[in-house]
């Protein structure tokens, strides 16, 4: 049995879905406070929070691999309690959906909680992988209000070009590594497969409605107020650095998820078509 947390975010439920109707038991973890797991054969659903490791006891009974996704930079989680309670429970495998800047900038205070959790996975004694993703294609989404009310984006550092990642992807390279040896002890950065800046996904999206969208460009403060209202003020300075002074290898193409799917990553084109219905 495979327990799945966050399984109801836009990795989490993809990747219990995937599972599941590959024929795995599946317990799909959730804090209960968005939607509701996905309701499929062999899928179990419970409410728990990595941040109360006694509140997964339930969840981890039975289960032989654990999938840890953890909201913010992971700053909340006891690594070391919520380890111990899969390995008491006969957990054999650990993949930790960790971040790209956790590699990075493991030394930032945004992302140093990640870079320790990584080091707590690896010493779990379970078997382990780290999975390093870049920025998500879905952050676009923060751009839905302003593009049906205004047709406009509002976004900052206009032309710094990241290679975002399709949280499907992710998902898929989860599953893999969740029920394959081959993935034991590795870590694997994964991002899309070209890089796209803040106006080139707005061009993106126009293309994809068949109308044309402004661009705004915001000064950092404003962008900076406006992350305050969704994430703690580390993680938003450490995302601001990220987005406009990437390093280089936060500017690189990673091969993979190519190299563990066996077919190219998904381009930002693609998933904004897959999407677009949201932005009309």
């Known amino acids: 049995m495979i327990v799945v947390t966050g399984a109801t975010g836009n990795v989490g439920r993809p990747l219990v879905e995937s599972l599941a109707r590959s024929g795995h038991a599946v317990t799909a973890v959730s804090r209960g406070i968005s939607s509701p797991p996905p309701t499929l054969p062999g899928v179990t659903s419970i409410t728990a929070d990595l941040a109360d490791p006694p509140s997964l006891t339930s969840a981890l009974k039975g289960a032989t691999a654990l999938y840890v996704l953890v909201s913010g930079a992971g700053a909340h989680v006891d690594g070391p309690a919520v380890l111990r309670r899969a390995a008491e429970a006969g957990v054999e495998r650990v993949v930790l959906q960790s971040s790209q800047a956790a590699g990075s900038r493991p030394d930032a205070v945004s992302h140093a909680p990640l870079a320790a959790l990584e080091q707590q996975v690896r010493s779990s004694g379970m ?30 550092y206009a032309d710094v070009a990241l290679p975002a990642v399709d949280p499907l992807d992710i998902a898929d390279v989860a599953a893999a590594a969740l029920t394959d040896d081959v993935h034991t002890g590795r870590s694997y ?37 406006q992350l305050l209202h969704v994430m703690p003020e580390r993680v938003a300075d450490g995302t601001l650095a990220i987005l406009g002074r990437p390093t280089p290898d936060e500017r690189r193409v990673s091969p993979d998820i190519e190299s563990v799917l066996g077919r190219p990553a998904t381009s930002f084109a693609t998933w904004a078509r897959r999407n677009i219905e949201a932005f009309r």
Do not use: C, K, M, Y
């Open 189 to 225: 950065t994964l991002t899309g497969p070209e890089t796209t800046s803040p106006r080139g996904r707005t061009e993106i999206l126009a293309d994809a409605l068949g109308e044309e969208l402004a661009f705004v460009e915001l000064e950092h403060a404003q962008a900076r107020d």
């Open 127 to 156: 078997a382990w992988t780290i999975l390093r993703p870049g920025g998500f294609t879905t952050n676009a989404f923060a751009w839905t209000p302003s593009i049906r009310e205004l047709r406009t984006v509002f976004a900052p």
